[in-house]
């Protein structure tokens, strides 16, 4: 699967059908070879998976993440074979275990998240074997179908290629995502961390860390916009452990956040200061970076002027 240096990730639940189609058709036309969206509390990700294959030729969609709880190993199998078969293998599956706030509120007692993550690719893998988008198992019977290894790993079926990358901030789940993955998909993190990420992946598995980037050289516009945007976070305590570990300090991640902090997560200022942060990542080891377009007049929305700067 070919990403390319830079995808977007575009948070579109407050867009209609229609503004989203156009603009993952925008960001096919300048480039980017892959377009990333979330699970969270808005819009189903298998569907918008399909939807956005569908009103785009050769961009890449990525989940960043499907929630793990959210679906048992076999319906993510099936909404794997169905994207692959349907788009050429164009279907990235990121998956990540969340955080307990979000799993408990639906329902799900969360476990321990390297062996939840582990027993939880693996069952995919094993239901891959049960399942065809090409014959009829109902009528020619329920036998097992033929599943390969690519030379990364990726899973192949009849239905194409059908690679995953796990959402990983520490070394432990980053290990994880070397063993049983193709790769890791870091979120909130700074380009420090992709050293230490991708000297843990070693030379092959795919290294996707996201890249928050405001197109302002207002300090005040950008820090306000950037605290909006992780206030949820800061109160999760996946990204707490992960920054204090990082060499944050607690005092950091108080009242919305440090300077500092948003600094490190929010690459502001003009083009070549966001563009020295972007290569940041990939000097230090990326393979491919899915920048978040920050709207400073609304975070809500994504800011297609940066989308436009930053095209490959």
Known sequence: MQL??????????????????????????????????????GREPFATGSFILSNTSTLIAATGIVNIYGRDAMVSAMGQ????????????????????????LRGHDYGKPLATM????????VCHKSLSIGRNLLVEGMSEQPISRAADGTLVSEAGEMPIVLAALGPKMTALSRDISQGSHPYNTTPEHTAE?????????????AQRVCLTKDASVARAAGRRMLTLYLGLPNYRNNWLRCGFTAGDLEHGGSDRFIDAMVAWGDESTIRARLQAHLDAGAS?????????????LPCWRAVEAFAP
Do not use: M
């Not at 050429?88 to 990121?94: E, P, Q």
């Not at 582990?118 to 893998?125: D, H, Q």
């Open 118 to 125: 582990k027993s939880y690719v693996e069952a995919i893998a």
């Open 288 to 300: 491919h970076v899915p920048i978040v377009p920050v709207n400073a007049a609304d975070p809500a």
């Open 197 to 209: 990420a991708r000297a843990i992946l070693g030379d092959g598995p795919l290294l996707c860390p």
């Open 4 to 41: 390319g240096n830079y995808g977007i990730f575009l948070f579109n639940e407050a867009t209609s059908a229609r503004e989203l189609a156009a603009g993952v058709q925008k960001i096919e036309r300048l480039g980017y070879g892959a377009v990333w969206f979330p699970e969270a509390v």
């Open 81 to 104: 074979q169905t994207l692959a078969e349907q788009s050429g293998s164009r279907f990235l599956l990121g998956l990540g275990v969340s955080h307990s706030l979000f799993v408990n």
